[in-house]
């Protein structure tokens, strides 16, 4: 292994007092961030459509914690399996452990969002939906469904970025999506007056954009040789990561209204779904 490579990581020689703050506060601006986009969408969706549109997208939340929950399976899990590799000198399996969450986050997020466009008015009503929502919430969560794939493996990407010592792109690769759903918000419910559809139509091109800034760095990684060789999917080593990211997915998971448990904690799911 390239010991210049190695040398450049500061998880490897830092003090770890300068290694909390270097990377715990980017890692909290970028948690803040992240939550900006429901909170922007809410603002501008209030001012702009009124409170059916603000339901609408509580509505879709749960649906769309469930893509971070996928997103933190592969992310975390990466970001452990990275760290893992890197201090046994095993960068070239790292890297093909960023190629495998990749394809794998990929594939999963590609599924999941076709599953909820299929799906998405049973789910709505899952959910909560009544019959006034319920088109503002086909209508928000449709194109919302389409972003998932972006948010997720950026997500993935970004966790791997932040481990090989670079917190700082990682906070700005997402904190440029941030803005610029800040940005084309407005512009969409306001000048255009697309309403809810607008405002999931400026999150999707957000995270579409924060998802390149994502890819921009695959190919400059500090750590390890990333290249197309990397780029394979090798099931042992995904479920590996998934089962190091598993707490981090549960802990998601359970932020939502997800019926998992029907009978004891959702007494009216069966009312739910009979009512689709």
Wanted: proline content about 4%.
């Amino acid at each position: 292994m390239n010991t210049t490579q190695t040398t450049e990581n500061p998880l490897g020689y830092e003090r770890i007092g300068r290694l909390l703050a270097s990377y715990a506060i980017p890692s909290i601006i970028s948690l803040i961030i992240n939550s900006l986009y429901n909170m922007v969408d809410q603002i501008f969706i209030g001012q702009g459509v009124g409170f059916l549109g603000n339901g609408a997208t509580n509505i879709i939340a749960p649906i769309a914690t469930i893509a971070i929950a996928v997103a933190t399976l592969f992310g975390d899990g990466l970001a452990a399996f990275f760290s893992l590799n890197l201090g046994q000198g095993n960068a070239d399996k790292a890297a093909k452990g960023v190629g495998t969450a990749v394809i794998a986050s990929g594939i999963i997020s590609v599924l999941y969002a076709v599953f909820a466009f299929i799906f998405l008015s049973p789910l709505c009503r899952i959910f909560g939906a009544t019959d006034s929502l319920m088109p503002y919430a086909v209508g928000y969560g449709r194109i919302i469904v389409i972003g998932f794939p972006f948010a997720i493996v950026a997500t993935v990407i970004n966790s791997a970025i932040r481990t090989d010592g670079s917190p700082r792109y990682a906070m700005f690769a997402m904190m440029i999506g941030a803005i610029l759903n800040t940005i084309l918000d407005p512009i969409f419910i306001f000048v255009f007056h697309w309403g809810v559809e607008g405002a999931a139509a400026a999150t999707v091109l957000s995270q579409l954009v924060g998802l390149l800034c994502n890819v921009a760095y695959l190919f400059k990684f500090k750590t390890i040789q990333f290249g197309k060789a990397s780029l394979v999917m090798n099931w042992s080593v995904a479920c590996r990561m998934a089962s190091l990211g598993f707490a981090s997915c549960f802990n998601n998971l359970t932020s939502t209204d997800l019926p998992v448990f029907p009978i004891a904690a959702y007494p009216d799911f069966w009312y739910r779904i009979q009512s689709v």
